[in-house]
């Protein structure tokens, strides 16, 4: 099946979209971009990879769905274009950010300049029906993303995983944690954020490794 991903994405994946799941799960999401408004735009799907090139992958950090609002969803965990309110468990990144290494906040969602450093923005499902969270889950994209944490996990080294909320901490099963580093805590939602999200230094951790592995570390 050819699928419009980044080279280095599409050859370590090819086994994963010549699979008879991901052949369902690709007629499914094609009929619901023509039968509903569905986020992200269609071209925007495989963003994250687009942006973060295979080779180039150096911390993964982990969400559930796309945003299910207009104009917020453009392929990347925990971002929204630019010009669209920060939502409140990006608020809530930046508050932690802020208060780890000093970075003053952002006036706006945008992680864009993250995944390009090498950060793969990765929801564990690739699509949603608007205003119907959870919409296009059990559909196969999970297995797609699991495959693809699996392949980081197994076919790079020294590579930081953030898993927020227990959703993603359940990831953490696919991945060798004594070749990579797997960093966990509460979902930074407003809901858990106060319960273990704030002071955990994610941020600082994360670039700490990365420079003791000889790798440069991600300007946040």
């Given at each position: 099946?050819?699928?419009?991903?980044?080279?280095?994405?599409?050859?370590?994946?090819?086994?994963?979209?010549?699979k008879?799941?991901?052949?369902?799960?690709?007629?499914?999401?094609?009929?619901?971009?023509?039968?509903?408004?569905?986020?992200?735009?269609?071209?925007?799907?495989f963003?994250?990879f687009d942006?973060?090139?295979?080779?180039n992958?150096?911390?993964?950090?982990?969400?559930?769905?796309?945003?299910h609002?207009?104009?917020?969803?453009?392929?990347?965990?925990?971002?929204?274009?630019?010009?669209?309110?920060?939502?409140?468990?990006l608020?809530?990144?930046?508050?932690?950010?802020?208060s780890?290494?000093?970075?003053d906040?952002?006036?706006?969602?945008?992680?864009?300049?993250?995944?390009?450093?090498?950060?793969?923005?990765?929801?564990?499902?690739?699509?949603?029906?608007?205003?119907?969270?959870?919409?296009?889950?059990?559909?196969?994209?999970?297995?797609f993303?699991?495959?693809?944490?699996?392949t980081?996990?197994?076919?790079?080294?020294?590579?930081?995983?953030v898993?927020?909320?227990?959703?993603?901490?359940?990831k953490?099963?696919?991945?060798?944690?004594?070749?990579?580093?797997?960093?966990?805590?509460?979902?930074?939602?407003?809901?858990?954020?106060?319960?273990?999200?704030?002071?955990?230094?994610?941020?600082?951790?994360?670039?700490?490794?990365?420079?003791?592995?000889?790798?440069?570390?991600?300007?946040?």
């Amino acid at each position: 099946m050819d699928v419009k991903i980044e080279a280095g994405w599409k050859q370590i994946l090819k086994s994963e979209f010549n699979k008879e799941y991901f052949a369902k799960l690709t007629q499914f999401v094609k009929s619901e971009y023509q039968n509903k408004t569905i986020y992200p735009p269609a071209s925007q799907i495989f963003n994250a990879f687009d942006l973060c090139p295979f080779e180039n992958t150096k911390v993964v950090i982990l969400g559930q769905d796309p945003y299910h609002g207009p104009n917020q969803a453009h392929g990347l965990c925990f971002s929204v274009n630019k010009g669209i309110k920060t939502p409140p468990s990006l608020v809530n990144i930046y508050k932690e950010l802020h208060s780890d290494i000093g970075i003053d906040i952002p006036e706006h969602g945008n992680l864009e300049h993250w995944a390009r450093q090498g950060v793969l923005l990765l929801n564990a499902t690739l699509t949603v029906e608007a205003h119907q969270a959870g919409s296009h889950q059990k559909q196969g994209w999970e297995q797609f993303t699991d495959a693809v944490i699996k392949t980081v996990a197994e076919q790079s080294e020294h590579v930081v995983f953030v898993l927020w909320g227990a959703y993603a901490q359940k990831k953490a099963q696919l991945i060798d944690s004594n070749k990579h580093l797997i960093l966990k805590s509460v979902h930074p939602s407003p809901l858990s954020a106060h319960r273990g999200f704030f002071g955990t230094k994610h941020f600082s951790k994360a670039n700490d490794y990365l420079l003791a592995n000889g790798k440069e570390a991600i300007s946040w």
